[in-house]
């Protein structure tokens, strides 16, 4: 993969011009693209910019973001061809950080469920996960070193943790989704994919100016909580055996690592999660849904069907159990640094059949803190198997020097 803190490394040294650097993930796009169809489009005449500290990094933007330069065209034959007039905030925050914007990369329809045609570049067996399917895809294969992509459900940590890669979703608004489709305004959340942790911390801290989200020098040992969140059924195998092996390396280094058991009201947000994320689509959707209710994709269309009639008092419910929710998860990191937990039930299934299943991270993404993958096992041969890193919300620099710490733990085992 191509590691983002190198290319900066190399290009701030001069031994490395920011074309060259581009001139390079053109290259590995184009010698890639053909066998994992991670874009829906790209500019193959892409040039650096001379400035900023993302100067030389190409960069891939999930196909639900507005691009001046490209379509948007969401998944989906209702937006075929359309063009936003502008960006989207976060494409032009990583414009002003000097980065190159080389294409949009695949999505499912509206960020929904119904796959794409990216394989995962581990195994062409096998998806590379959802929604985010390209941008996890493009990192994955070595063509790019940084991308894009959004979660509702867990459509960055899930295809991070199936793509072996390092992603972040990071807190609620820390990134704003102003010209990103939406799909839910109480979940919807930009990330990041990048190869390693620090490449995710530095593309992070360079797009929104926050130099603390830079890794420290010394990274701090933390208290760990491992939880299971038996609530959302058993993992298979392999996603039981990486979190097994990270948990042993976190010790190893010298980590407390005990085993949580969350209290009743997290099952309950867990549980309530669907409802918030279906009545907000219902709105969020609602043109499409109705004008073009032939077209839309055939599983994100049942969806939709099967959650129309619920009551407005239901919505209010669960998000009043959220909000209990959130609560109870800041008294939680009173007594733990960050939490360690599956990223996927385990390895990317197997087809294109389906993205895979939300369920060990849609809790997070309702409770809206910062959600850290780590690349933890490798299964069956050649599919990797994530671990997630999740920290108190609001403190995105903790759970990257966290992740950092278990990736290093990892590393040395
Ligand atoms: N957008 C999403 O997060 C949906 C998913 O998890 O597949």
């Known amino acids: 993969m191509i590691s983002l803190a190198e290319l900066q490394r190399r290009i701030d040294a001069g031994d490395l011009s920011a074309d060259a650097a581009i001139a390079q993930s053109l290259e590995a796009t184009s010698a890639h693209e053909k066998s994992i169809g991670a874009f829906v489009c790209r500019d193959e005449s892409l040039r650096a910019q001379s400035a900023g500290p993302l100067r030389g990094i190409a960069v ?9 330069e490209f379509p948007t065209e969401m998944g989906s034959p209702i937006y075929r061809g359309f063009r936003s007039r502008g960006d989207a905030a976060v ?6 950080a000097g980065a190159s914007i080389v294409g949009k990369t695949t999505t499912t329809a509206f960020a929904s469920i119904d796959p794409t045609p990216t394989l995962n570049p581990h195994n062409h067996g096998h998806t590379p996960g959802g929604s985010s399917s390209g941008s996890a895809a493009a990192v994955a294969a070595g063509m790019i070193p940084l991308a894009l992509g959004t979660q509702t459900g867990g459509s960055v940590i899930r295809p991070a943790s199936f793509c072996g890669v390092a992603a972040i979703k990071p807190s609620y608004r820390l990134l704003p989704t102003v010209g990103v489709k939406c799909y839910s ?39 760990i909580g491992v939880v299971t969140q038996d609530f959302a059924g058993a993992p298979d195998a392999s996603g039981g055996e990486a979190l097994r092996i990270a948990t042993r390396a976190v ?6 690592a ?4 969350l209290p009743e009201i997290f099952a309950e947000a867990w549980r309530a999660q669907p409802i918030v994320q279906e009545f907000e689509a219902h ?4 043109w499409e849904y109705r004008e073009h209710y032939a077209q839309m994709a055939p599983l994100l269309r049942a969806k ?8 407005p008092v239901a919505y209010d419910e669960a998000i009043k159990t959220a909000n209990r929710a959130r609560q109870a998860l800041e008294e939680l990191f009173d007594e733990v640094d960050m939490l360690l937990t599956l990223s996927a039930p385990g390895a990317a299934p197997r087809g294109l059949g389906s993205t895979g299943d939300a369920r060990y991270n849609r809790l997070w993404t ?4 910062p959600c850290v993958n780590v690349p933890a096992h490798i299964a069956d041969g050649d599919l990797p198997v994530g671990v997630q890193i999740i920290a108190r919300y609001g403190a995105d620099a903790a759970a990257l020097a966290a992740a950092r710490f278990v990736e290093d733990a990892l590393r040395r085992q």
């Open 366 to 369: 309702l409770m809206g803190v």
């Open 185 to 223: 305004w109480t979940l919807d959340t930009v990330g990041l994919f990048a190869a390693g942790v620090d490449d995710v911390a530095r593309g992070l801290s360079a797009m929104t100016g926050r130099p603390e989200l830079l890794l420290p020098p010394d990274i701090p040992t933390p208290r």
């Open 60 to 68: 891939g933007i999930k196909d639900i973001m507005d691009t001046a």
């Open 258 to 261: 005990r085993a949580l058991d």
């Open 304 to 311: 939709l069907d099967e959650s129309r009639n619920t009551p």
């Open 91 to 96: 494409v032009m925050m990583l414009k002003q």
């Open 283 to 286: 709105r969020a959707l609602a």
């Open 251 to 256: 010790e190893k280094a010298g980590a407390s």
